[in-house]
């Protein structure tokens, strides 16, 4: 085992502790938040002159995965928080300020959020209403975030908004706040059926005198096509992964049990067991594949905006989160009611009511109509060895 | 011969570029005044239609679709192939 994915059991070790107290609680996983800091996962995306570890997307989505099948909360925060960082070091590095803030987060280990999301815009990333107002060297920035996960534990937010108050919705960019530099004014709760531990609560952002400087210098859209597509489907896809195999550990430790204690018979959920084994491995190559497409296109600016590569993206998103709600629910019959009480070694209520919001998380629906649109155009003709 | 008016004039048929088209300098960046992959596709659609010609799957990308400057230099050159 690599010294990452060492480091990222000892952490898996202590959310695991919590996870039931998160989930129930629906409050943030602190414990395993201060365990990434420990073992300095935070920093792990930075590059290795900024202090960080230069990890690629591949060593990340592997911690996803681990954190995933012990608490889906606390790698959920990790994902977040990693393709946030995916952001600032593609997109910040002719930037002194980001190359800055690269150093702080490797040395103080500093958590990032996203505020995206917006009241009369809803989810649609590549819309905002509100705007950086820009007075001299410095900005004002007002934004009624409905959901900010996890904002209220953040040490920076990267907000989205537009680049003045006449531009267009989709003449955005992307902002850093600090903590000390912004007020949140909580005006939703997140009370939710699963995920409850990303505390995704709705909030006013107030920031007055930012330097201008924390305007990362590339467009939104080029941010949103380049780094922040692929990094979300493929760290969430990771940790969707990281239930599904969970809760398939869960249903094979059932049917050995029930292997042991009738000798000679091969209990009824094996063959069960067995198909959604078979699903279980579709779904890591197709994440495997992606991560690795993903690397091999990095750099090739053309590469990454194609529609070849978006549709590949959208299709790993909605593959692999309706299969992590299938196999789950396939775990779950197989362990039958032992799965469906809470407090057994083959509890799965909580990994079925996490994976749940899978498809939800940019609803597959809406990805689904992107891709239609996007394969009007697309040729055919691709090899099986490349794209 | 593609010039930038007929390029302009076939965004017009784009929803999110039709109000602004008018002002839009040659190496104005499409995607920042509204462009979208929804609004993209649609260009080349149009643009393919226009000038009856295909877009390889090479060309599928933004920068392609990413100022009038741009899409007349490639209209331009896969006009003169699809006549060679």
Not at chain 2, 1 to 13: A, N, Q
């Amino acid at each position: 085992m690599n010294a990452v994915a060492v480091r990222a059991k000892r952490v898996a070790a202590v959310a695991a502790l919590h996870a039931d107290d998160v989930d129930r609680e629906a409050r943030f996983p602190a414990e395993a938040v201060v365990a990434l800091k420990t073992e300095r996962l935070l920093g792990m995306q930075i590059p290795l002159q900024f202090g960080g570890e230069s990890a690629s997307l591949s060593q990340i989505a592997e911690v996803c995965f681990t954190l995933a099948q012990a608490c889906s909360a606390a790698a959920m925060v990790f994902a977040m928080h990693q393709i946030k960082v995916a952001s600032l070091v593609s997109h910040g590095l002719d930037s002194g300020w980001h190359c800055g803030l690269m150093e702080k987060v490797t040395r103080e280990q500093l958590l990032f959020a996203s505020a995206t999301t917006e009241g009369g815009i809803g989810g649609d990333l590549r819309n905002s209403l509100c705007a950086v107002e820009t007075v001299g060297d410095v900005f004002h920035f007002s934004k009624d975030a409905t959901v900010i996960s996890y904002g209220a534990h953040a040490d920076v937010i990267l907000a989205t908004g537009r680049r003045h108050p006449d531009a267009a919705s989709s003449d955005q960019v992307l902002v850093a706040l600090l903590k000390g530099q912004m007020s949140l004014e909580r005006t939703s709760t997140w009370d939710t059926l699963g995920m409850r531990g990303t505390c995704s609560d709705g909030f006013k952002l107030e920031a007055r005198d930012v330097p201008v400087a924390q305007i990362l210098p590339k467009p939104f859209a080029e941010i949103a096509a380049q780094s922040m597509l692929a990094s979300s489907h493929l760290l969430w896809s990771s940790v969707w992964f990281g239930i599904a195999s969970h809760a398939l550990d869960r249903a094979r430790a059932y049917v050995q049990g029930e292997a042991r204690r009738r000798p000679g018979q091969v209990p009824p959920g094996a063959l069960r067991l067995a198909e959604a084994a078979n699903e279980l491995q579709a779904m890591k190559g197709t994440i495997l594949a992606a991560l690795r497409r993903y690397e091999a296109a990095q750099g090739n600016a053309d590469e990454l905006g194609s529609i070849g590569f978006a549709v590949m993206l959208n299709n790993v998103k909605t593959t692999i989160s309706d299969k992590a709600v299938d196999i789950v629910q396939r775990a779950l019959g197989i362990v039958g009611l032992s799965g469906y009480k809470n407090g057994t070694p083959f509890s799965l209520g909580r990994p079925l009511r996490d994976v749940l919001s899978a498809p939800l998380m940019i609803n597959n629906d809406r990805i689904l109509a992107n891709t239609a649109n996007l394969l009007l155009v697309q040729k055919g003709g691709a090899q099986l060895l490349s794209a | 011969m593609v010039v930038p008016d007929d390029i302009r004039e076939t965004l017009k048929s784009v929803a999110a570029l039709s109000e602004t088209t008018d002002s839009l300098g040659e190496d104005d960046n499409l995607f920042d005044k509204g462009l979208d992959s929804f609004g993209s596709v649609q260009l080349m659609l149009a643009l393919e239609e226009r000038y009856n010609i295909e877009f390889p799957d090479n060309l599928l990308n933004r920068r392609s679709f990413s100022t009038i400057r741009i899409i007349v230099e490639t209209v331009s050159k896969l006009t003169v192939s699809a006549a060679a």
